[in-house]
C-alpha cells in the first residue's frame, strides 16, 4: 500500500512538473510574441512617420499651403482638429479660390496627411479638418530639420508651426485680455474660441476693437436684414476682423444702453400699472365729492365735442391723473 502511494506520489509530482514547464514555455512564448508585436507597431509608427516626413517636402504650391494652415490651426488650439472652419476660411488664408481648396483638399486627404472630421454640410455648414500624431511628428521633423538648414544659411518658406519663437503662430494659450472677450453674442452663428485665435495669430487688432465688433455684429444679426439673410455671416466678420478693421452698424446700440432701455421700459410699464390701479381706486371717489361748479369748471377747459356722462368722464379723469395723481406720485 505504501509502495502504490509512493508511485502515485512520484507520478503527480512528475505531471505537476509538466505542467510548470508547459506553463513557463506558454508564458515565454507569450512574452516574446508580445515583445515581437511591440517591435512591430514600433516600426510600423517609425514607417508611417518617414512617409509622412516624405510626401510633406514634396508639398507645393496651394496644397503646401493649406496643409501648413491647418497645422498652424491645431498649433493655435493645442489640439488634432481645426474646430469649425469654412471653405472661406481656406480660400482666404491661401488667396485661391474656394474650386482650388477643394480639388487641393481632396489630394491631401488621399495623401493621408489631413484627415476630414464630421462637420455640417448643409446651408451654413462648415468643415473641421485634422491631423493624427504620426503627421504632426512628421510636420514637426520636417520643420525642425528646416530651422536647422536655416541656420546654415539655406532659404526655407516656413519655420517650425510649435515653436514659441514663432512670432504668427503659437501653443501658448490667449493672452488674458483676449480671455475676457465675451464671445456668446456669436456662438450660435459658429464664433469659438477658435475664430478668436485665428485673430489674435494675425497680430492686427485688438481686444476692445474684437470686442465692440462681436456686440455690433450681433446687435445687426438681430436688426440689419442685410445679415440676417446672410447665409454665412461668420465669414463677413472674420474677413474684417482678420485685416485688423472693426465692424460697425449704423444705428447700433451697446448692450449697456440696451439693458437701460429695456429697464427704463420695465419701470414705465410698471408706474403704468400702478397709475392705473390708483385711479380704478381714488378717481370715483374724488369725483363723487365734486360739486356741479367744480365739475363745469374742469370740464370747460376740456374742448368736447359730445357733451354726453361719457365724455365729462374722461375729462375729469385726465384731469385727476395730470394736476393730483402724478403731482402726488412725483413728490
Not at 488650439?77 to 481645426?82: E, N, P, S, V, W
Not at 370747460?300 to 361719457?310: E, F, G, K, M, V
Request: aromatic letters at 8%.
Amino acid at each position: 500500500m505504501k509502495k502504490l502511494i509512493a508511485f502515485e506520489l512520484k507520478t503527480a509530482h512528475h505531471h505537476l512538473d509538466n505542467k510548470l514547464v508547459t506553463f513557463g514555455k506558454q508564458i515565454g512564448n507569450k512574452e516574446i510574441t508580445n515583445e515581437e508585436q511591440i517591435g512591430h507597431a514600433i516600426d510600423n509608427n517609425k514607417s508611417l512617420i518617414l512617409t509622412h516626413e516624405q510626401s510633406i517636402k514634396k508639398l507645393s504650391g496651394i496644397q503646401k499651403n493649406i496643409f501648413y494652415y491647418v497645422i498652424k490651426l491645431c498649433a493655435s488650439r493645442d489640439a488634432l482638429d481645426t474646430g469649425n472652419i469654412f471653405s472661406n476660411d481656406l480660400a482666404f488664408a491661401t488667396q485661391c479660390t474656394i474650386a482650388s481648396v477643394k480639388t487641393s483638399l481632396t489630394r491631401l486627404i488621399a495623401k493621408k496627411l489631413i484627415v476630414r472630421l464630421p462637420g455640417k454640410s448643409s446651408r451654413g455648414g462648415y468643415l473641421i479638418l485634422g491631423i493624427t500624431k504620426e503627421i504632426q511628428m512628421a510636420c514637426f521633423k520636417v520643420q525642425n530639420a528646416m530651422v536647422i538648414d536655416k541656420n546654415t544659411g539655406n532659404n526655407l518658406d516656413h519655420i517650425d508651426p510649435y515653436s514659441s519663437s514663432n512670432k504668427n503662430i503659437t501653443t501658448t494659450s490667449l493672452p488674458d485680455e483676449w480671455k475676457k472677450i465675451n464671445i456668446e453674442p456669436l456662438q450660435y452663428i459658429g464664433f469659438t474660441e477658435s475664430q478668436l485665435r485665428q485673430i489674435w495669430n494675425c497680430k492686427t487688432s485688438e481686444p476692445a476693437i474684437v470686442q465692440d465688433s462681436i456686440n455690433q455684429f450681433a446687435f445687426g444679426l438681430e436688426y440689419n436684414q442685410k445679415i440676417k439673410n446672410h447665409s454665412r455671416p461668420l465669414n463677413m466678420l472674420m474677413g474684417v476682423l482678420r485685416k485688423g478693421d472693426r465692424w460697425t452698424e449704423e444705428k447700433y446700440i451697446s448692450p449697456k444702453e440696451r439693458v437701460l432701455q429695456q429697464e427704463q421700459k420695465k419701470r414705465k410699464n410698471e408706474r403704468d400699472v400702478m397709475i392705473k390701479k390708483l385711479v380704478e381706486i381714488e378717481f370715483p371717489v374724488w369725483k363723487r365729492k365734486l360739486t356741479q361748479t367744480e365739475i363745469e369748471g374742469i370740464v370747460s377747459a376740456y374742448p368736447l365735442r359730445i357733451n354726453t356722462d361719457a365724455a365729462i368722464t374722461d375729462a375729469l379723469r385726465d384731469y385727476f391723473v395730470k394736476k393730483i395723481l402724478l403731482p402726488r406720485i412725483e413728490e
